[in-house]
């Protein structure tokens, strides 16, 4: 069933709802309590059902009061839900939540993470009061209450040393004090990377020359919007990352000739993409895209080359694309299949003997265009970071991105799985950091979806322990207006972090001093003290010496050794040489 604004939904078929990552759940035994609560796709207990929220309020209703341990009684005739919950049921319930949250600070200091200890242990008092005096009962007490939860959850988090903290902007500032706004609010977050989305021509935010395909279709400038963004970035020392759509314009039909085309006839599935995307098999269209991109890299300054929409529309094996004539044309060069048979694709899909060899065919298309962009970055830019932004499904079928064959060539420094909903971190990370080669995951994260304040944390940590190398929130506007900036500054993002791919050394630096805090929160300051010269030496030493904490510093190690093995410090020496010397940055002399 779809889920509407102003309604709860029941499931109570099937293995999960297989609902998007927009809502809030809770699953109900066959005894009629509610066992699980929270995220979205959930499993549906056997002989109970699950109830399923979109819109806001009745997503924080359900959070707080369709909790473990509560009763529910479905009266399916008048389609009406009651979540029957006594105090002591609350209490127990309220308990629980305690223990798990003094649990989670214990575990935190065992571990040797350094935090608040103190702000948490004044949280977990006043927990303890509300619990004693029975204030969580009433709506506005079991808000606070869980409001305090979260802050005990948000400030025994550790703020790292380095780690790449980024948050995705589609830029609409008119006036240079507008983009300092901005920019100005991601230093004050303690963020250190900005994804700046631009066009790939049309509606593009710079002024473009006159023998460009896209002049005259750029959108209506004041300034130079990438050149304000590019100076005020390096004024408060955060890292501008160029993030343009390849083969994605909702304008893109203004070129009808480099469309790619699906196989509903022409645009008869009022669902097809294909008047909003271009043909990976245009080479005509790639042209005027590489043209366009060398001029950007040529004449502004910036960290990193992101690639987005480096893919087709999605297919689910119905809707499918590729059957533009050039396309078609082309398969069948390489493959000696007919156009008429290779059109027949379209109609059989999955079914199609060939439909396989369609899919290997598409996605080896846009994995030479991926190596393409990586062969003209680094003739013109060695010192950017080549990135890539990825589906967080991996079938080869659904976008024909064969992300792992990327890393695995050498063709990406940094991947960025676009895993936004709740309950997908801890599986996304892993699997998006496990690929063969040597390169950066930093996992994309849905402020946009209006995350509980505890599943952006949850997003946020969850990405540290499977393998990331930070997190970056789609997008800007929401991660602020939904005070994600102030949670996260309560513990996470507390300080500020060196970002290895804008300075390897530094993060480097950085890594080593929090192993010799780590050392001095333990009493070991005197045995590693000797080795903050010396990596190797270091990591043998924390190797030898037993304690909890010894776990965090090899991970600080590891992430240094990884910073210093991917760096492109000299490149940007290089390129900082041949150009004139930036002001001081804010951090310089802060």
Not at 105 to 111: D, F, G, I, P, R
Not at 282 to 298: G, H, K, M, V
Not at 414 to 424: D, K, S, T
């Amino acid at each position: 069933a779809v889920r509407y604004a102003g309604t709860l939904v029941v499931y109570d078929r099937g293995e999960t709802t297989q609902t998007n990552g927009y809502g809030y759940e809770v699953a109900v035994g066959a005894d009629g309590v509610i066992c699980a609560a929270g995220g979205n796709d959930s499993a549906i207990p056997a002989g109970g059902y699950v109830v399923s929220a979109i819109e806001e309020a009745d997503r924080r209703f359900l959070a707080a009061y369709g909790v473990p341990g509560a009763k529910c009684i479905l009266d399916r005739a008048q389609k009406k839900l009651r979540i029957v919950y006594g105090t002591e049921e609350m209490r127990q319930n309220a308990l629980l939540s305690y223990e798990s949250a003094a649990a989670q600070v214990a575990a935190a200091k065992a571990a040797g993470r350094l935090f608040d200890a103190d702000a948490a242990a004044e949280l977990l008092s006043s927990l303890r009061t509300m619990i004693d005096e029975n204030a969580f009962v009433e709506y506005e007490g079991r808000a606070r209450f869980q409001t305090l939860l979260e802050q005990v959850d948000a400030v025994s988090v550790e703020s790292k040393a380095s780690e790449i903290r980024a948050v995705w902007h589609a830029p609409v500032e008119t006036t240079e004090a507008a983009v300092e706004k901005v920019v100005k609010d991601i230093y004050d977050a303690n963020l250190n990377q900005l994804c700046l989305g631009i066009s790939n021509g049309i509606d593009t935010i710079l002024p473009l020359p006159e023998d460009s395909p896209f002049y005259g279709k750029e959108r209506g400038l004041r300034i130079d919007l990438l050149k304000t963004y590019s100076e005020k970035c390096r004024e408060y020392g955060i890292e501008l990352i160029v993030s343009v759509s390849v083969f994605h314009n909702a304008a893109a039909s203004a070129f009808p000739q480099w469309l790619t085309a699906s196989n509903a006839g022409g645009g008869a599935a009022g669902e097809s993409e294909e008047s909003e995307f271009y043909s990976p098999a245009s080479d005509e269209y790639f042209e005027a895209f590489t043209s366009y991109l060398t001029y950007i890299l040529r004449n502004y300054e910036f960290d990193g080359l992101q690639l987005d929409y480096i893919r087709y529309p999605y297919s689910d094996g119905v809707l499918d694309y590729g059957y533009d004539e050039t396309t078609l044309a082309l398969f069948a060069e390489q493959t000696g299949i007919s156009v008429e048979e290779a059109r027949k694709i379209g109609e059989e899909t999955t079914e199609s003997v060939y439909w396989e060899r369609w899919i290997r065919f598409k996605s080896d298309l846009v994995t030479a265009r991926v190596r393409a962009l990586r062969e003209l970055t680094e003739a013109e830019r060695p010192d950017l970071f080549f990135s890539v932004c990825l589906a967080a499904d991996t079938t080869l079928r659904a976008y024909c991105q064969d992300g792992a064959a990327w890393t695995a060539a050498g063709l990406v420094d940094a991947v960025y799985p676009m895993a936004y909903a709740a309950g997908v971190a801890a599986n996304a990370s892993e699997t998006f950091s496990s690929f063969d080669g040597v390169y950066y995951c930093i996992l994309g994260s849905g402020s946009y979806l209006s995350l509980t304040k505890r599943e952006q944390l949850l997003q946020t940590v969850q990405s540290r322990e499977n393998g990331a190398a930070g997190i970056a929130f789609f997008e800007y506007m929401t991660y602020f207006s939904h005070g994600y900036d102030a949670l996260l500054k309560q513990g996470a993002f507390s300080e500020k972090a060196v970002s290895p791919s804008y300075d390897a050394a530094g993060a480097a630096r950085a890594c080593v001093d929090r192993v010799l805090e780590r050392a001095a929160a333990n009493g070991a300051s005197e045995a590693l003290s000797a080795y903050a010269e010396d990596l190797a030496a270091l990591k043998d030493a924390v190797s030898a010496i037993e304690g909890g904490w010894t776990a965090a510093a090899l991970e600080d190690i590891a992430y240094a050794e990884k910073a210093l093995a991917m760096s492109r410090d000299a490149a940007k020496a290089e390129r900082l040489a041949s150009r004139p010397k930036p002001e001081e940055s804010i951090d310089s002399t802060h």
